[in-house]
């Protein structure tokens, strides 16, 4: 059983939802620019506590898209109250790993200091693959702590290419708003969400068919 073709029927019979799903992230992310500006540690963690709530949401409603064939703005609006704690508990780890990475790059001096960044550079890649799955599993399967995160690495390393796939589409999005038009960036959360649910749950469902 696939997902995606659920995904490409929501791309046109979803646009209020997903013009509504890139203003939600693309507001929250301009906050993070705004009071800290560049990469750094301080920047992934308020990341984390300002775009992880609102990202949670709009996997929430992808996944009730792809699933359920049931969306929309409204949903979006519940889903934030609903699951903004749920969406802050994910973001954390990769978080507060990725600002660990950073700091110990920013501290490097030699070589004693290759081994933890090196450990935690790895570690940060393997958490931001895993939650791409992670968000789903947390705000619609329910799953939480070393579960949850057990869970999102089993279907790593069952399905790379989701995750990765994913992530291409948040970078491609990134450049091209960045090089052709800033308007771009709003409509590329909501697509982005929609393939993550459906690799998600196409997998998830493969995994235990």
Known sequence: MTYLPAAFKALWHELPFLVAAGVLVCVASFMVVLFSPGLSPVSVLLGAALVGPAWAAVVATTDSIVRDDRGGVLLLLRNLKRHALPGLEVACLPAVITALALLNWQLYAGPVFAIPLAVSGCASVLVLLASCFAFSLRVTAGLRGKTLWLAALQLVARAPLVPLGVLALVVVSLLLGTSVTAS??????????????????????????
């Open 184 to 209: 771009l960036l709003l409509l590329a959360p909501g697509p982005v969400a929609l393939f993550a649910s459906a690799g998600t749950w196409t997998e998830k469902y493969a995994l235990h068919r």
